[in-house]
């Protein structure tokens, strides 16, 4: 059975960003701003009866501004969950708080998110400002790695997300250690341990097909081993070739456990660096190779980009990081529709800079030449 990884899509991440960037410049005059976190499978009706008990314990909050605030807003929170028959799959997050910057004046909001990905925390908070740290924590997880740490006997396969480090698997090979049976020539023990490592590089390399061959956004794979076990591993365990492709660093790894995995990423970290830029550059590169020779096959600009997008032209969507975000917003939703691949330009290199300053925030590489 393959392992499952849910990853935010590039539409839910941009959701998310606009609302943690929204909650995040929200300031109440005291603790009067409400979070509450629900974990994903956690009754919501526990979730009610705290929160109305604290509303209860809240009547005796001496300022009777602050007072009112939290009194409402913990019943706006429990009205809008009373709508809701059982915890999202994914858990719930809901800030409420008086938003009003008028001293004085009241303007309790609300907002209700199912995170992208699985809450594990369970939180109810009064303060001055929302408790935005699990969403900032799914937002940060935008590199995903394969990780491999072996010798001949051992091999553990894990994941790098974000900064997570998740042990999926661990292998044994069986492979006797240098200590032969009694009777057995040296040539015969050789070429038992030989064959045993080879079908146990080959177990390995199937394990990491089931687990890594259809995970979406898989960035690379990270390799680590002593001398000449990794080496050998790519030579003879038959690792598919799109698989062998993306790894993107050999490192010699003296641990096969899951401290192996730590020191591994922590090794391999200036190569992902590396990778990255590598990528987005290539991109870039494209962009300009084709506005250059063929012209007619691009399109950059806000205007041109989205009718471009609109006819259904575009093979791929460039959009830079510091583009408006309403307008990434309607281009996303475009491209979405017509099934076109995009790609944010970040600006922490010389061609992001470029990319910018041509085309103001947004391009396309073409399918066909529109008239």
């Known amino acids: 059975m393959a392992f499952e990884l849910k990853l935010i899509s590039d539409k839910d991440r941009r959701k998310l960003e606009e609302l943690v960037a929204l ?25 009610v009866r705290q929160l109305e008990s604290e509303a209860g314990t809240a009547e005796n909050i001496k300022s009777k501004a602050t007072r009112t605030a939290v009194v409402t807003s913990l019943e706006r929170v429990v009205r809008e969950l009373r709508k809701i028959q059982v915890t999202p799959p994914n858990g719930l997050a809901i800030f409420c708080g008086n938003v009003s910057e008028k001293e004085g004046n009241q303007d309790i909001q609300v907002w209700v998110v199912e995170p992208p990905k699985p809450l594990n925390v369970r939180l109810y908070r009064c303060d001055q400002v929302f408790i935005l740290d699990p969403l900032n924590e799914m937002l940060s997880v935008d590199e995903v790695y394969g990780l491999l740490v072996m010798d001949r006997r051992e091999a553990t396969i894990g994941l790098l997300e974000g900064k997570k480090i998740e042990v999926i698997r661990t ?9 032969r049976a ?29 687990i890594f061959y259809d995970m979406p956004k898989l960035k690379g794979i990270l390799l680590g081993g002593p001398i000449p076990t990794k080496e ?15 790894v993107i660093a050999v490192k010699d790894i003296g641990y096969t456990d899951e401290h192996g995995l730590k020191l591994l990423v922590e090794a391999s970290e200036e190569d992902m660096v590396q990778q990255e830029m590598l990528k987005e550059k290539k991109i870039i590169q494209k962009f300009f190779e084709m506005l250059g020779k063929k012209r007619e096959k691009t399109a950059y600009g806000y205007e041109k980009t989205k009718f ?35 790609v944010i330009i970040t600006t922490e290199n010389q061609e992001g800079e470029q990319f910018l300053n041509l085309t103001k925030g947004a391009a396309a590489i073409l399918r066909f030449q529109l008239e």
């Open 23 to 47: 909650l995040s410049k929200i300031r109440g005059r005291h603790t009067e701003l409400v979070t509450v976190m629900i974990p994903a499978g956690f009754s919501k009706d526990a979730v």
């Open 171 to 179: 292998l044994t090979s069986g492979v006797p250690g240098k200590i």
């Open 182 to 210: 009694g009777g057995q020539s040296a040539a015969r023990f050789e070429r038992i341990t030989e064959s045993l490592a080879k079908e146990f590089f080959k177990r390995v390399a199937e394990a990491m097909k089931e």
């Open 232 to 246: 050998e591993f790519l030579e003879y365990g038959d690792l598919i070739s799109n698989l062998k492709n993306k």
């Open 308 to 342: 471009a997008l609109e006819r259904g032209a575009v093979e791929l969507l460039l959009i830079s990081k510091e583009f408006s975000t309403d307008q990434t917003r309607e281009l996303e939703s475009l491209a979405e529709a017509s099934g076109t691949e995009v």
